[in-house]
Nanobody, 130 residues
Framework: QVQLVESGGGLVQPGGSLRLSCAASEFTEDFFVMGWFRQVPGKEREGERE????????????YYTDSVKGRFTISRDNANHTVFLQMNNLKPEDTAKYFCAVIPSGVVQGRCVPHWVGYWGQGTQVTVAS
């Protein structure tokens, strides 16, 4: 059973930055795409999580949802089975619980949605407030 452990969440003021990390216990043949999803109060089902950024860990192809383009950057460290999400210029509307996920797909485009997720982490809370 693959384990995903997120870290790096917390409370930050608007305009601030956070860096989330997701450490996987291993990379298997399923580990083509990893990504970050977020969940806001009132949308508690896995299917309601928003895919905000995904990366193909093999070729580095990335996807970002429009609301985070230019502010968030996803990256990976394959040697350490870790994916990162650098979040800059954070806004109150970025407040959510952020989940790391593994998507067993060979492509990123069109796959950064909950339907394609094979494994979820436990999540880390990000709160953006003054």
């Amino acid at each position: 059973q693959v384990q995903l452990v997120e870290s790096g969440g917390g409370l930050v003021q608007p305009g601030g930055s956070l860096r989330l990390s997701c450490a996987a216990s291993e990379f298997t043949e399923d580990f083509f795409v990893m990504g970050w999803f977020r969940q806001v109060p009132g949308k508690e089902r896995e299917g309601e999580r928003e895919g905000i950024s995904c990366i193909n860990v093999r070729d580095g192809a990335t996807y970002y949802t429009d609301s985070v383009k230019g502010r968030f950057t996803i990256s990976r460290d394959n040697a350490n089975h870790t994916v990162f999400l650098q979040m800059n210029n954070l806004k109150p509307e970025d407040t959510a619980k952020y989940f790391c996920a593994v998507i067993p797909s060979g492509v990123v485009q069109g796959r950064c949605v909950p339907h394609w997720v094979g494994y979820w982490g436990q999540g880390t809370q990000v709160t953006v407030a003054s």
